[in-house]
């Protein structure tokens, strides 16, 4: 079974421009989930969704990030612009089941922006 | 506020060794507790995952659970060089997951 796919790895950019990151969860999973993660400290949800529909979105900062699950399967996070504190490590999730908050997640690769 | 609180360690134990990893959590209504373990630079991995109070066993991990205490702990038994990494403490209640920062731990050979 392949596991969840993300791209680009790494990605660097100057503060004001935009970078988009692209997600391919397990195949059926019905819930994806969006992360971010700064060095030494635990992941911290953005967004997350249940097949094409928002289940929590409530720390994602909206004025500059925005996602979107088209059809339910690939799903897609941008910024835009960027500050040079969303240096992170984004990572995305996810499990087989409904949302219930009580499912094990399964991690993609992440992807490592720089901010410059 | 919901939180999720682990000591960053670093923890370091000899090899084969018991290494003790804690968590406590704030919201008495969660319900799935969960433990990853991180490689630097690599996503986090599921290694354990307990639902009810008490033990459960996995090889050579033990999830512990006491809701009534709010703290959920990992013991790591015959500790290996290749368990060095940071574990993240994972707890879920009503469709949030929230994780904590995650104590590293060194095992010595």
């Known amino acids: 079974e392949a596991g969840v796919a993300q791209s680009p790895r790494y990605k660097i950019i100057e503060k004001r421009q935009s970078v988009a990151f692209w997600c391919n969860p397990i195949s059926g999973h019905a819930t994806l989930y969006w992360y971010q993660q700064i060095l030494g400290q635990g992941p911290k949800l953005l967004i997350q969704f249940q097949n094409n529909g928002v289940v929590d979105d409530s720390q994602l900062p909206k004025d500059r990030f925005s996602a979107e699950r088209l059809k339910g399967v690939d799903s897609t996070l941008k910024i835009q612009p960027a500050k040079l504190e969303d240096s992170a490590v984004y990572l995305c999730a996810s499990s087989p089941r409904l949302a219930s908050g009580s499912d094990e997640q399964f991690f993609g690769p992440g992807t490592r922006l720089t901010v410059l | 506020q919901k939180e999720v609180e682990q000591n960053s360690g670093p923890l370091s134990v000899p090899e084969g060794a018991i290494a003790s990893l804690n968590c406590t959590y704030s919201?008495?209504?969660?319900?799935?507790f969960f433990w990853y373990r991180q490689y630097s630079g690599k996503s986090p991995e599921l290694i354990m995952s307990i639902y009810s109070n008490g033990d459960k066993e996995d090889g050579r991990f033990t999830a512990q659970l006491n809701k009534a205490s709010q703290y959920v702990s990992l013991l790591i038994r015959d500790s290996q060089p290749s368990d060095s990494a940071t574990y993240l403490c994972?707890?879920?209640?009503?469709?949030?997951?929230?994780f904590g920062a995650g104590t590293r731990l060194f095992v010595k050979a």
């Open positions: 994972a707890v879920s209640g009503g469709f949030k997951t929230i």
């Open positions: 919201d008495r209504g969660s319900q799935s």
